[in-house]
């Protein structure tokens, strides 16, 4: 290909970027702005204007799937055999090719978590920590080893860090050493002892590290701002003191400090490199003027040593952000839940939104109000897509199935999606979607592979198991998951290089952003920084919100947070509040006549531990008919009505639509939808499997409420 074509459509300073061909250079890319582009462009660009050859290239991204989505833009450009790969992906490569030269035996195992190991260590020191503890424990095993902290520096370096141990720092360091010594006897690889070996080997043996520097002369580098100084040590020894090195990033996004990641490699990359190219790329493509300009404000006050950009924004304009404050956190869920209910009315994509929030535990408030409003969703950070034990088997088995299919040119071959789900069957994809979340979650995992299929028979008419599975193939290679049609829930680190049309910031209180265990300056910073990341999500829609109380009333003395100040209009003072009237309504136990406090209790209207009194026929009836319902409009039972709602549902039996729509869970457009059937169920009559009342019946008029 033409290296100037290859400039074609570029901005000016990606341009810039890409004519850059030798190193050093730094890129300084704001979210937003094109930064992939740009060093695509530029690798390619090397590669054929004669600067080097495809094999002698290694670019570094963070995730599988970025190194995928490299590779895939690479090979558009006329360089399909760069190397893009993550730094533990090359480590590993090299490692193994070199294992019986430069260390000989057998090669270890390598271990994708420690708490396993970490248990049996912290046991073989007296030490019993529960699930949560030995997660902290792998967590700051992890810290000590990306910064280079061994077992007896551990209580000195986490002072000099300002770090706080999650147990005693003698434990934790007893830990440590008892769980590197069990490692070394069990030959058991973790990823940073990986990085740490691999650039040994390199440092120690001449002829390995001529090797490795003839192969790999030219070296990108992508969110250089998370580089922790194991992930450096690799690197400086795949340089060998060369400087054809290009390095990307935005210090605004650094947001893994407490992994041990810091953004002073980039930022000090000029002082490294006093002859380096420096390019900064400040037009953002992705979010209108409206979201650029709360994404600028948040960053406002940083101080100039971080090299904060400020982004210009390119796209047209859209609506104004939002800001919402509301009494209690299940409020605050309910009305997000009717925000994108309207959204979705009005055209955009179920998938197209997120509701991003600084912790995971504040995911459940939104499935629920989600699955109560007849949103489909999905969680995002749980257990990886491909990794999910499900996913795993049916791949397996769809790559069998795979040898044994006939060529699709036979007329008497089954159709792919046929041949997919009859496949599936067997593994738990049914119809219609299962009672209980964990057979849900696997059902939507396996409903997800089907749905790809349907992908794959549209986009390649005629295709045929072997092409479906050579799909399939490539997506796990790259982390490539398939798309699953719901909002989106995340937390704000799983979110980082993402984006939506729609993004709603949910939790945005002091104690949660910045959360309360930010004391430092630094700590604090760096939730500014998770804020904007936040932000910057957004294409088009932004809106951000907070509650005053945890549960319905609660005591309203939460404040909003700091990083929405100079942005939010002034909220209502607590006794403007109390003179309008809005004081939440106290709930108490029709059994006991405690005060309620959890969502779930004022739902039931009881404690949990109270003796329920309900219809046991009812709840069943009413359980059928939502699987029906369910059925046949295609969506997961949960969507229709939770298993909590039915369950309040049945403990009061409403005889009228005021009394029903009393009921937690059941909004309008819920009681628009099913009221009349529920209704009727409660009344003991049969409901056709339409989901109607029967004979129309008008239970507004026979209840007495029109």
């Known amino acids: 290909m033409d290296a100037d074509r290859l400039l074609e459509g570029l901005d000016p300073e990606q341009s810039e970027a890409a004519r850059a061909a030798r190193g050093p250079v730094c890129i300084l890319a704001g979210a ?3 930064k992939t582009r740009a060093i695509t462009h530029r690798i390619a660009y090397a590669v054929a204007s004669g600067v080097v050859s495809e094999q002698q290239i290694l670019a570094v991204t963070f995730t599988t799937r970025a190194a995928g989505e490299m590779r895939g833009r690479l090979r558009g450009l006329g360089a399909p055999r760069v190397q893009a790969r993550t730094f533990h992906a090359a480590a590993l490569r090299q490692l193994s090719y070199f294992w019986a030269d430069a260390i000989g035996g057998p090669q270890p195992t390598l271990i994708d978590s420690k708490i396993k190991a970490v248990a049996q260590a912290a046991s073989s020191c007296a030490l019993q ?3 949560t503890g030995l997660r902290d424990l792998a967590s700051e095993i992890e810290w000590s080893k ?3 902290v061994r077992p007896a520096d551990y209580e000195a370096a986490i002072v000099k860090a300002g770090r706080t141990a999650p147990m005693a720092a003698r434990d934790v360091a007893r830990v440590y050493d008892a769980y590197e010594e069990l490692r070394r006897e069990r030959n058991l690889l973790d990823f940073e002892s990986l990085l740490e070996l691999t650039a040994a080997i390199i440092t120690e043996s001449p002829r390995i590290a001529e090797r490795v520097r003839d192969q790999y002369r030219y070296f990108v580098v992508d969110e250089f701002q998370d580089v922790n100084p194991l992930q450096k040590l690799l690197l400086d020894a795949w340089l060998g003191g060369r400087d054809d090195l290009c390095v990307v990033g935005d210090p605004s996004q650094t947001i893994y400090s407490f992994a041990g990641a810091t953004p002073s490699f980039l930022t000090g990359f000029s002082a490294a490199y006093p002859h380096a190219t420096v390019v900064k790329l400040v037009r953002d493509y992705r979010s209108t003027p409206q979201v650029v300009r709360v994404a600028n404000h948040a960053l406002r006050g940083v101080p100039a040593s971080a090299q904060r950009l400020e982004l210009q924004a390119q796209r047209p304009d859209g609506p104004e952000p939002g800001y919402a404050e509301y009494d209690d956190e299940p409020a605050e869920a309910n009305a997000v839940a009717r925000k994108i209910t309207a959204l979705i009315d ?7 939104i997120a509701v991003l929030f600084r912790t995971n535990s504040q995911s459940a408030a939104y499935e629920q109000a989600l699955g109560d409003a007849s949103i489909p969703f999905t969680v995002r950070g749980a257990t990886r897509f491909f990794d999910r034990q499900e996913i795993k088997q049916a791949v397996h088995t769809l790559r069998g199935a795979r040898h044994g299919a006939p060529d699709s040119a036979d007329a008497d071959v089954e159709p792919l999606v046929t041949a997919v ?4 069957a067997p593994l738990g994809l049914t119809d219609s979607p299962p009672e209980g979340r964990q057979a849900r979650e696997r059902w939507e995992s396996l409903a997800a592979l089907a749905q790809l299929a349907e992908d794959v028979a549209a986009e390649r008419p005629g295709a045929a198991m072997t092409e479906f599975v050579e799909e399939l193939d490539a997506r796990v290679a790259t982390e490539h998951v398939p798309q699953f049609e719901g909002v989106t829930l995340a937390s704000l680190h799983s979110a980082k290089g993402l984006e939506w049309d729609a993004v709603f910031l949910v939790g945005l209180t002091e104690g949660m952003l910045p959360i309360i265990y930010a004391e430092s300056a630094e700590q604090v ?3 500014r920084r998770l804020f904007y990341v936040g932000v910057t999500r957004a294409r088009e829609y932004l809106a951000m919100s907070w509650a005053l109380a945890r549960a319905p009333g609660g005591r309203r003395t939460r404040k909003p947070s700091r990083f929405l100040d100079g942005l939010r209009p002034a909220s209502p003072s607590l006794a403007e509040r109390r003179t309008q009237g809005r004081q939440a309504k106290t709930v108490q136990c029709r059994i006991c006549g405690a ?3 959890e969502a779930a209790e004022r739902k039931l209207r009881r404690c949990l531990d109270c003796p329920a009194d309900y219809d046991e026929a009812l709840l069943e009836r ?11 409009q295609k969506v997961p039972a949960y969507v229709v009505f939770t298993d909590a709602t039915l369950q309040a549902v049945a403990e009061r039996e409403p005889s009228s639509v005021a009394q029903l729509a009393g009921i937690s869970g059941v909004g309008a457009v819920k009681l628009e939808r099913y009221g009349e059937a529920v209704l009727a169920l409660c009344a003991g009559e049969e409901v056709p499997a339409g989901g109607g009342a029967p004979g129309g019946a008008d239970h507004e008029g026979r209840n007495g409420d029109g």
């Open 146 to 148: 990306v910064t280079q």
């Open 129 to 131: 920590p529960d699930r």
């Open 595 to 597: 005060t309620l406090i």
């Open 346 to 352: 009005s055209g955009t994509l179920a998938r197209e």
């Open 32 to 34: 937003g702005t094109g």
């Open 421 to 424: 789900r009859h496949i599936l």
């Open 525 to 527: 910073e760096e939730e």
């Open 622 to 632: 009413l359980k059928d008919w939502r699987r029906e319902v369910s059925t046949e």
